[in-house]
């Protein structure tokens, strides 16, 4: 079972996302801020991390940084969701080394396909 | 029940304003990334860092607002005082609660607060492209000053080898050349503000053309670690800015290759923007600066 690190501090976007992902059959896990999100991937990496560019602590691109530069995230999918403008996410996506983003608010309909596409380039 | 009391039953209970001090700071924290949950650019803040806040810009809690709804808080509103000026900051409503005058309401409880403590003048800032927010302060008063950039750059090496001769510099000097600038200073770029921020430094430059000129930066440090560069002010003494600037920042990121930085309010006209573009600076967002007088 795959599992995905949701770092988000909006608890209603997290559970939205939570429910989508875990009838899908992935196994979640949630940090709600750049600390937490630190520490919880280095004690148990996930196979995938879902990263809100805004956090109360640090931000994600910040957050980004840090986890390229630990050895056991340093290949691990880093998607950034943000509500950014298209050019803005992108532009932040490359430069902070993410492997791609999600637009917010999450496409219910979609959201666990694009997961999963993640997913499995990050395994090629 | 008759029909005018089956309306007043259905009406919401009254909005009141009541001052942000009597809230503890988890409280504001809660309310005020509430009120940011559907933004596009939501900053979002800890308890740790909106204290922080509070203290680098002067924001008065007595004159800071929360608006309430029975007990439930719905708005913020918080005010910087400093030398007969005020700064409106942190407004926002909730969600729900948008659409029936609270924002207005607080706005002007602020102005009016701002009038009565004898301030001459209030400003502040809102994020370009968000129309319920400028239209509020246009109707209020206020009118554009300046075009503001926010920008981030990810770590990276300099782009190109530094020239001149270059001086690392401690807080107190760095703060002392601050007297000297000549850039558009907003609320939190102001000296006020940047002297009450730990870590601050600075770099000069001296070319050998003679061109010269300096950037006081901020060191943030997580965890006693350092984690990113910010609060640039970059001015120049001699010289073209583009070229002082290109120099600093590269004697800069020659040092500072591993750190990510982030610099908010640079005047869209700046003269040292081209070099800031030059060495990876991306665009988050812009701001608007809006300025009023109080009568």
């Not at chain 1, 995905?4 to 939205?16: A, G, M, R, S, T």
């Not at chain 1, 602590?57 to 403008?85: E, F, N, S, V, Y």
């Not at chain 2, 007297?179 to 921020?197: F, Y």
Request: with cysteine.
């Amino acid at each position: 079972m795959p599992k995905v690190l949701i770092v988000e501090d909006n608890l209603d976007n997290y559970e939205l996302a939570r429910r989508v992902l875990s009838a899908r059959g992935f196994a979640v896990q949630h940090a709600p801020d750049a600390d937490s999100a630190l520490q919880r991937a280095v004690d148990d990496p996930p196979d995938l991390i879902l990263l809100d560019l805004g956090l109360p602590d640090a931000d994600g691109q910040t957050l980004a940084t840090w986890m390229r530069r630990i050895p056991a995230l340093a290949h691990t999918p880093i998607i950034a969701c943000t509500a950014w403008p298209e050019e803005t996410a992108r532009q932040m996506v490359e430069a902070y080394g993410c492997d791609g983003y999600i637009r917010k608010p999450i496409n219910v309909a979609r959201f666990a396909d694009q997961v999963a596409g993640y997913l499995r380039e990050g395994q090629r | 029940m008759s029909v005018s009391e089956l309306l007043r039953e259905m009406r919401p209970p009254a909005i009141r304003l009541v001052s942000a001090a009597t809230f503890t700071i988890e409280q504001l924290t809660n309310a005020y990334n509430q009120t940011r949950v559907d933004y596009l650019v939501p900053m979002p803040m800890n308890a740790a860092r909106l204290a922080e806040y509070i203290h680098h810009y002067h924001v008065d809690l007595d004159a800071s607002l929360v608006a309430l709804e029975g007990e439930t808080m719905r708005g913020l509103a918080m005010l910087g005082v400093r030398a007969g000026r005020g700064w409106i900051t942190r407004l926002g409503v909730i969600p729900t609660t948008r659409r029936r005058g609270v924002g207005r309401a607080l706005v002007e409880a602020l102005l009016d607060l701002g009038q009565r403590r004898g301030l001459a003048a209030a400003q502040l800032e809102v994020i370009q492209n968000n129309e319920p927010a400028y239209n509020l302060f246009a109707r209020a008063g206020f009118e554009t000053t300046h075009d503001l950039l926010v920008l981030r750059r990810p770590p990276a090496a300099a782009v190109h080898p530094p020239q001149g001769n270059a001086k690392w510099l401690e807080r107190e000097v760095a703060l002392g050349l601050l007297a000297e600038r000549g850039d558009v200073v907003t609320w939190i770029t102001e000296t006020d503000s940047l002297v009450r921020v730990d870590h601050m430094q600075a770099l000069a430059v001296a070319l050998p053309d003679g061109s010269s000129g300096w950037l006081v930066f901020h060191e943030q440090k997580f965890r006693g670690l350092s984690l990113m560069l910010s609060r640039f002010v970059l001015h120049t003494q001699h010289g073209e800015p583009a070229n002082v600037a290109r120099n600093l920042l590269a004697h800069l990121y020659t040092r500072y290759r591993d750190l990510d930085t982030q610099i908010e309010n640079v005047a869209v006209d700046d003269p040292h923007v081209p070099a800031l573009r030059e060495f990876g600076f991306i665009e988050s967002f812009r701001r608007l600066e809006m300025r009023r007088p109080l009568p």
